[in-house]
């Protein structure tokens, strides 16, 4: 068990470019998480993905965030047209749900902590 | 719209101490309910995990405690250590699989 991976760790860029993350979750994990946190809050919850289908994402995710997890193991996230308020760290987890699994828990990457300037 | 709160914001007590963390949430329909430790710059470690339908989860000096019907759930951490301290993140999950996090506990253990 390697645990969740995320790359880069840290993210400089200037406002209004691209950035990419990735995450590679346990790999036998079904479901992947992707938060946000920033200075002195809890992390918030952006989207979801059970395999490769995209089940939820939340109302943080404007239009200049995508995520993808093509072949339901490692996911991406794009930021487009970076602004200031992008800053914050972006974390990544994954558990492993089903009837036979139960309900386990979701376990965190370290993190990839972006700074737009 | 759930909401999680953590009281208190930040808790110093000296070595040895039990203390205790404090979780509130506003829906009592959670599937469940995980606690988090978080270093600084790092991320989340997952401590104890309580099912809605479980009172309680142990592991070595951890103790967490849910009250589903009055929105509650604490931390006790027993003959606390310097290496305890930390964030600590409560987090309630509803049916459709996200975390609804606090803004959590900062705990600093003085040697």
């Known amino acids: 068990d390697t645990g969740v991976s995320q790359d880069p760790r840290h993210k400089i860029t200037k406002r209004g470019q691209n950035v990419t993350f990735r995450c590679d979750p346990i790999s036998e994990h079904n479901r992947l998480y992707w938060y946000r946190q920033t200075l002195g809050q809890g992390p918030e919850f952006l989207t979801y993905f059970q395999n490769e289908a995209q089940l939820e994402k939340s109302r943080l995710l404007s239009d200049r965030f995508s995520a993808e997890r093509p072949k339901g193991s490692f996911s991406t996230l794009e930021i487009q047209r970076t602004e200031q308020g992008d800053s914050a760290m972006y974390l990544c987890?994954?558990?492993?749900?089903?009837?036979?699994?139960?309900?386990?828990?979701?376990?965190f990457g370290d993190g990839t902590r972006l700074s737009i300037l | 719209k759930q909401e999680v709160t953590q009281i208190p914001a930040a808790l110093s007590v000296p070595e040895g101490e039990n203390l205790v963390l404090n979780c509130s949430f506003t829906d009592s329909a959670i599937y469940n309910l995980q606690w988090f430790r978080q270093d600084p710059g790092k991320g989340l470690t997952s401590l104890l995990l309580?099912?809605?339908?479980?009172r309680e989860q142990t592991s070595g000096r951890l103790n967490a405690s849910l009250d589903k019907s009055s929105g509650r759930s604490t931390l006790y951490i027993a003959a606390s250590q310097p290496g305890d301290s930390a964030t600590y993140l409560c987090a309630v999950r509803r049916n459709t699989g996200k975390l609804i996090f606090g803004q959590g506990t900062t705990l600093q253990v003085k040697p």
């Open positions: 987890a994954s558990s492993l749900v089903g009837a036979r699994s139960g309900n386990q828990p979701q376990h």
């Open positions: 309580i099912q809605s339908s479980q």
